[in-house]
DNA sequence: ATTTTTTCTTGACATATATCAAGATCAAAG
DNA sequence: CTTTGATCTTGATATATGTCAAGAAAAAAT
């Protein structure tokens, strides 16, 4: 079984049989550090995986960014309304460092349906626990402090600490970089 | 055809001839102020839609509460992952006035499917639009002063306002009653 | 390796928002 | 209507976090 059918076997818990057709919708794509994924306004026809790298999805605001979500191997990434609805991309979404992609277009997406007959209902499934996780994420910033905030999310995701600037995170955790730079600073031992 | 197959359909745009069999899956429920809707902890066996009244969704922690989301007339209300999952319920949710249903028990929710061909896929887009609505909630503690977060709140649902009691709107805007009343005074005429 | 650019840290200071406490309003119950 | 309890407002004060600016460190480019 390849890495990307285990990967979708254990997001979408696909019998193997149905495993291979999907999978082999995929195709190889690279993105070199800089480059767009997708653009706010544009259109987005596609959906990926990520083999390595990362990516991260911002929005451009008066004279500030701000880092919605940075997203690492392992990860599926689009723009969901963008892809399901047709409409103008809501993010920019942009690779931190080169990355290796199986990318799928909309076209052969609207497919998997059709090949797949329990499809809808598995997505629908995925869909919503992505739903939960941002459910959680608000409560985060409705019941924490913005050093709970880093101390749950660093729990979860120390890896990222190392491999993406930090001042990414520190906009994704709804903080200034001094902020984070504060706060972790304050953890040494 | 009935309130509740009018706003199925506006939500799911599905054709009139499957909308009367869902519909027909409802059965009226009433609860009075104070009354919960499901409980932290205990089991979410139900979807129901709110024909009037209002329903708060929240959870409590160490001493205080912290409010999520204030249901009224024309949401459905759930605990998505406890449905779906069938995990114990995150939320509370109580009504914070008597409040007509219309309720679907687990059992009969989960047959949708087969009545209903497409029922999946369009659910899917349901909960894919609810998704955007939580990114941009997100999105507004990310970027947002408290007074802009309310500003944005206010414009598109006035007319909570006038219904329920306004530290529970401060809590799911993330602020507290004392921020809120100031920003509000602040801006009489 | 050296230079250039980007990112991170630190301090001084500003500001938004929280906390606490008291009184004022409003709504529910008798 | 009157009383009781809940909710809202207001002021004084505290605190977390933001802003600005400069230098240090790290990474990328030459």
Known sequence: MTELEQYIRSYFGIPAAELAKIADLFRPA???????FIRSGGSCDKLSFIRSGSLRIFVTQADKEVTQWISTKGY???DLSALLFQTPCRWNIQALSDTELY??????YREIGTHVPQWHELEKLF????????EDR????????????????FASHKELFNQVPLQYLASMLGMTPET????????LP
């Open 30 to 36: 690279l993105l070199r550090k800089g480059d767009y």
């Open 76 to 78: 599926f990434v689009t």
């Open 103 to 108: 990318t799928i277009g909309s076209k052969e």
């Open 127 to 134: 869909i919503a626990r992505c739903f939960t996780i941002l």
């Open 138 to 153: 608000i409560f985060s910033h409705l019941s924490m402090t913005a050093e709970e905030r880093y101390d749950a999310f």
């Open 180 to 187: 984070l730079s504060r706060i972790r600073k304050k953890q």
